[in-house]
């Protein structure tokens, strides 16, 4: 199995306060992403990073930032959680652009918005 | 704007059947096609990559198949067994590099 983490794995907070994910892996990857998971909606990717830095928006980056400081870690923040984002959150990694190569996932964040 | 769908939602069959799982896609210019399987409260696993120039690709029990220019692709579980109830999920590498999923047929085998 590719060497991703995700902490923390489960969560509840409270409307208005901020919540930071954080996403580990030990693979050397360029590429790490962050997608959320809804029923009936598939995954969807919020940001994506393609260097250390050098991050990009996804199709639902509205109320998300990211950070990429290490080539390791990857950080997702709700500066102002809301119910609507209520959600599994997971994170992936590639060698190559996501589109190109396989992704490799975490285990997943679950995240209640109270 | 790229739209995957997998019709059915859900699947229920007797173990030992052989199965076909559907994914359709509304823009044939894509990269390649991927299918993840997911367990319930983990993680995604791929399962297999066609890329745009294939037809299929094979692994072991499963055959995954793509028709372009129909915006089909299927995944073929031949023999099923118990442990292959799970939520499979197909997505598509478009010309922005991203992944645009469907939302999953929910499998179950029933012994």
């Known amino acids: ?114 | 704007k790229q739209e995957v769908t997998q019709i059915p939602a859900a699947l229920s069959v007797p173990e030992g059947e052989n199965l076909v799982l559907n994914c359709s896609f509304t823009d044939s210019a894509i990269y390649n096609l991927q299918w993840f399987r997911q367990d319930p409260g983990k993680g995604l696993t791929s399962l297999l990559l066609i890329q745009s120039s294939q037809r299929e690709q094979t692994s072991g029990r499963l055959n995954a198949s793509l028709d372009k220019s129909s915006g089909r692709s299927t995944l073929y579980i031949a023999a099923s067994q118990p442990g292959d109830s799970a939520t499979y999920l197909c997505a598509v590498g478009g010309r922005n590099y991203q992944l645009i999923w469907g939302a999953g047929t929910k499998l179950i085998i029933k012994p």
Request: neutral net charge; hydrophobic residues 25%; contains cysteine.
């Open chain 1, 1 to 114: 199995d590719a060497g991703i983490t995700q902490s923390p794995r489960h969560k509840v907070t409270e409307t208005g306060t901020p919540v930071t994910l954080r996403c580990h892996q030990t693979e050397n990857h360029r590429y790490m992403y962050w997608y959320r998971q809804d029923p009936g909606h598939g995954l969807r990717l919020i940001h994506y990073s393609y260097g250390v830095k050098d991050t990009d928006k996804g199709e639902v980056s509205d109320g998300y930032s990211v950070s990429r400081s290490k080539t390791e870690d990857f950080l997702l923040t709700l500066e102002s959680a809301t119910s609507s984002q209520t959600s599994v959150y997971f994170c992936a990694i590639s060698s190559q652009a996501g589109a190109i190569n396989e992704q490799f996932f975490g285990p997943g964040t679950r995240l209640t918005v109270l």
